[in-house]
C-alpha cells in the first residue's frame, strides 16, 4: 500500500532529478550553447540509446531527448542532449553517444 509519505518521497525525487537536468542546461546555455529542437539527426521527443548499451533489445530505445544544444564555433563546439531514460533518471550526452533507436 502507498502511504502519503511514500507519494511526498516521490515527488521530492522526481523534482530532484529535473533540478538537475534543469542545472545541466543552464549551463551548457552559459557555456555559448544554444538549444534547438533538431540538429544532426537527432529530435526531441525521438527515442534513442546510448552508445554504451549493447544488451539485446537496446537498440530499440532506452530514453527520449527531452532537450537539444549546440554550439557552432569555439571551444567545445558540437552538439548535446538531455535524454529523460525510461527509468526516469536523466542522460547527459554528446551527440556521438546516442544512437537513433531502430523501429521494427
Known sequence: MTTPEDSLTAAAEAASVQSRADEHAASLLDSGYTEVTEAGGFSVGQRVYHAGQRYPGAERG?????RIF??????????????????????FWADYHANPAVTF
Open 62 to 66: 532506452t530514453a527520449a531527448i527531452e
Open 70 to 91: 549546440v554550439k557552432a564555433e569555439g571551444r567545445g563546439k558540437g552538439i548535446e542532449m538531455i535524454a529523460l531514460r525510461d527509468d526516469g533518471t536523466h542522460g
